[in-house]
């Protein structure tokens, strides 16, 4: 019953910017911790950015001052502004929401992901 449907990958130019939301279904969206991961050809998946329930975020070093995670939670939907965006941030980006729990493994779930590619 949980679903994560991201939209708004596409291909763009170096230096230009894509906004992708991710609409979640199925999950107390509030209570949840919702994150952007990506994983580029031959790499590892990576932490993009994460926002918690109560609105703190968080961003790896690579997109610090580029990206922006935000969250409505009226409408269940996280996103992420991406601007200035670079060759290596192709990457396919994935949705993720997470709900952990005091005993037993947390509640966490993906969405099927959006292909991002920065290229001429």
């Known amino acids: 019953q949980v679903q994560l449907v991201e939209s708004g990958g596409g291909l763009v130019q170096p230096g230009g910017s894509l906004r992708l939301s991710c609409a979640a279904s199925g999950i107390i969206f509030s209570i949840y911790a919702m994150g952007w991961y990506r994983q580029a050809p031959g790499k590892e998946r990576e932490l993009v950015a994460t926002?918690?329930?109560?609105?703190?975020?968080n961003y790896a070093d690579s997109v610090k001052g580029r990206f922006t995670i935000s969250r409505d939670n009226s409408k269940n939907t996280v996103y992420l502004q991406m601007n200035s965006l670079k060759p290596e941030d192709t990457a396919v980006y994935y949705c993720?929401?997470?709900?952990?729990?005091?005993?037993?493994?947390?509640?966490?779930?993906w969405g099927q992901g959006t292909q991002v590619t920065v290229s001429s």
């Open positions: 993720n929401a997470k709900y952990r729990r005091s005993y037993g493994p947390p509640y966490d779930y």
């Open positions: 926002i918690g329930s109560g609105g703190s975020t």
